[in-house]
């Protein structure tokens, strides 16, 4: 089991940038798969990136790809999630999520997770 943490959120006018950070502590966030998911208002969490134990497998969902990044610091047991071109519909609540899995695992639903951070927001508006 491995505790994250979200920070990085905040407000951001249309067109900038925010880069959110999880941190972990516990001793299996190197052998994990990492997900960074999302919840708006009234809506359903969903899978914004996904990288696998390596950080050689990657997935991005359609609403986010060519404009997020996720990256990884095992030295810093930290992921990140560098978003850029921010559009107000990517106002949510921002959650990362972490599971012990093989090298090449990717995890891309909320139910593949056992491991949250507590979310934090993110609002783009002018």
């Known amino acids: 089991q491995v505790r994250l943490q979200e920070s990085g959120g905040g407000l951001v006018q249309p067109g900038g940038s925010l880069r959110l950070s999880c941190a972990a502590s516990g001793g299996t966030f190197s052998s994990s798969a990492l997900g960074w998911f999302r919840q708006a208002s009234g809506q359903e969490r969903e899978i914004v990136a996904a990288?696998?134990?390596?950080?050689?497998?990657?997935h991005y969902a359609d609403s986010v790809k060519g404009r997020f990044i996720i990256f990884r610091d095992n030295a810093k047991d930290t992921v990140y999630l560098q978003m850029n071109s921010l559009k107000p519909e990517d106002t949510a609540v921002y959650y990362c999520?972490?599971?012990?899995?093989?090298?090449?695992?990717?995890?891309?639903?909320?139910?593949?997770?056992?491991?949250w951070g507590q979310g934090t927001q993110v609002t783009v508006s002018s």
């Open positions: 990288m696998s134990r390596s950080g050689g497998y990657r």
């Open positions: 999520a972490a599971q012990i899995s093989s090298v090449w695992t990717l995890r891309v639903r909320p139910d593949e997770y056992e491991d």
